[in-house]
């Protein structure tokens, strides 16, 4: 008997999209990148098969990141994609039109709200449900989000990081930063082209952070040789990087979060934080796969911090749940504050 797919979470991040369909768990996860073809604009690829072009295409075809900042830059595109990713998780039942639950930054607007929606039932959705991605995290990493003692996340996506303390299955305070996972690769280009005159790609960097890269220097230094064009000669070049140096390239990004972290703490009712203290910080998405990051905020905090199981896929984890208890979960998703 075929599983009809009636309802799909989606983790539509910057860099990365995640899809769960009930019944048959993660379905995609692939880059949020569409090639499309210039001048007519015609979506050649999407996901994986679009990121593998970036850097590599000839001038007509452009890979394009329809997501900025965790929040849709291009309409059309984000709409291409939407359906691609929705029908891949239908497969060949995509007769039924599908409910969907769909993660935004905490900081979304009602237009941007509005736009995610429209894209989501023009792609084929028959109902849409938009839910903050910290309660999505939080949920996904086991926090019980409707209880009423406070808990603190810190979710570092690719486009945004957002702390929040969640109570009651809403968000009490929160704070969201266009400093992330992004950010990160962008801050390794920079130390490497400063430090050893040598310019590397998107990929490379995030080769390098994902390998190597670490929020605190240690005594036992990962090293990790890498190759780029010298900038001097113009000739192509090895040189080896270790993490301390990559740790150094990341601090400024990482305190900027921690001081985040900081004024949430700050915005947050007394008893809350007493909670938060008692049970540490919960640390989730690709960014909390940094080496040492838990340690990190520990130490810029005081309070503990734990790294999520599965931090990468907290956010899609979150919607399924959602999606599967969608009478206890009513009050968050109506919660429109």
């Given at each position: 008997m075929?599983?009809?797919?009636?309802k799909?979470?989606?983790?539509?991040?910057t860099?990365?999209?995640v899809?769960?369909a009930?019944?048959?768990?993660?379905?995609?996860?692939?880059?949020?990148?569409?090639?499309?073809?210039?001048?007519d604009?015609?979506?050649?690829?999407?996901?994986?098969e679009?990121?593998?072009?970036?850097g590599?295409?000839?001038?007509?075809i452009?890979?394009?990141?329809?997501?900025?900042?965790?929040?849709?830059?291009?309409?059309?595109?984000?709409?291409?994609?939407l359906?691609?990713f929705?029908?891949?998780?239908?497969?060949?039942?995509?007769?039924?039109?599908?409910?969907?639950v769909?993660?935004?930054?905490?900081?979304?607007?009602p237009?941007?709200?509005?736009a995610?929606?429209?894209?989501?039932?023009?792609?084929?959705?028959?109902?849409?449900a938009?839910?903050?991605?910290?309660?999505?995290?939080?949920?996904g990493?086991?926090?019980?989000?409707?209880?009423?003692s406070?808990?603190?996340?810190?979710?570092?996506?690719?486009?945004?990081a957002?702390?929040a303390?969640i109570?009651?299955?809403?968000?009490?305070s929160?704070?969201?930063?266009r400093?992330?996972?992004?950010?990160f690769d962008?801050?390794?280009?920079?130390?490497?082209k400063?430090?050893y005159?040598l310019?590397i790609?998107?990929?490379?960097?995030?080769?390098?952070?994902?390998?190597?890269?670490a929020?605190?220097?240690?005594?036992?230094?990962?090293?990790m040789?890498?190759?780029?064009?010298?900038?001097?000669s113009?000739?192509?070049?090895?040189?080896?990087?270790?993490s301390?140096?990559?740790?150094?390239?990341?601090?400024?990004h990482?305190?900027?979060?921690?001081?985040?972290?900081?004024?949430?703490?700050?915005?947050?009712p007394?008893?809350?934080?007493a909670?938060v203290m008692?049970?540490?910080?919960?640390?989730?998405?690709?960014?909390a796969?940094?080496?040492?990051?838990?340690?990190?905020?520990?130490?810029?905090?005081?309070?503990?911090?734990y790294?999520?199981?599965e931090?990468?896929f907290?956010?899609a984890k979150?919607?399924?749940?959602?999606?599967?208890?969608?009478?206890?979960?009513?009050?968050?998703?109506?919660?429109k504050?």
């Amino acid at each position: 008997m075929p599983m009809f797919v009636r309802k799909i979470g989606i983790d539509l991040g910057t860099v990365n999209t995640v899809v769960y369909a009930e019944g048959l768990g993660f379905v995609v996860n692939e880059p949020t990148i569409v090639a499309l073809s210039y001048p007519d604009n015609t979506v050649i690829a999407v996901g994986r098969e679009a990121k593998e072009m970036v850097g590599k295409t000839p001038e007509d075809i452009v890979a394009y990141r329809p997501l900025k900042d965790g929040v849709i830059a291009d309409y059309y595109i984000t709409r291409a994609m939407l359906k691609y990713f929705i029908s891949k998780a239908l497969g060949n039942f995509n007769f039924f039109k599908p409910d969907l639950v769909i993660s935004a930054p905490a900081g979304i607007t009602p237009n941007e709200k509005r736009a995610i929606t429209n894209a989501a039932l023009e792609s084929g959705a028959k109902t849409v449900a938009i839910v903050k991605e910290p309660i999505l995290a939080a949920l996904g990493a086991g926090i019980p989000i409707n209880s009423h003692s406070g808990n603190m996340i810190i979710n570092i996506g690719g486009g945004t990081a957002e702390v929040a303390v969640i109570s009651l299955g809403s968000v009490v305070s929160w704070s969201s930063l266009r400093v992330a996972g992004n950010k990160f690769d962008q801050a390794i280009i920079d130390l490497i082209k400063r430090k050893y005159s040598l310019s590397i790609g998107e990929q490379t960097a995030e080769t390098i952070k994902i390998q190597i890269g670490a929020a605190l220097p240690a005594r036992q230094k990962l090293e990790m040789e890498t190759r780029g064009r010298d900038l001097i000669s113009g000739l192509p070049k090895n040189i080896i990087v270790n993490s301390n140096e990559i740790a150094e390239a990341l601090n400024p990004h990482l305190m900027d979060i921690a001081t985040a972290a900081q004024n949430v703490f700050n915005n947050t009712p007394p008893e809350l934080v007493a909670d938060v203290m008692e049970k540490g910080i919960i640390i989730s998405g690709g960014g909390a796969q940094i080496r040492y990051i838990d340690e990190f905020f520990k130490r810029m905090l005081g309070v503990e911090a734990y790294i999520a199981e599965e931090p990468l896929f907290c956010v899609a984890k979150g919607s399924s749940l959602i999606l599967s208890h969608l009478d206890t979960y009513k009050r968050t998703l109506l919660n429109k504050r």
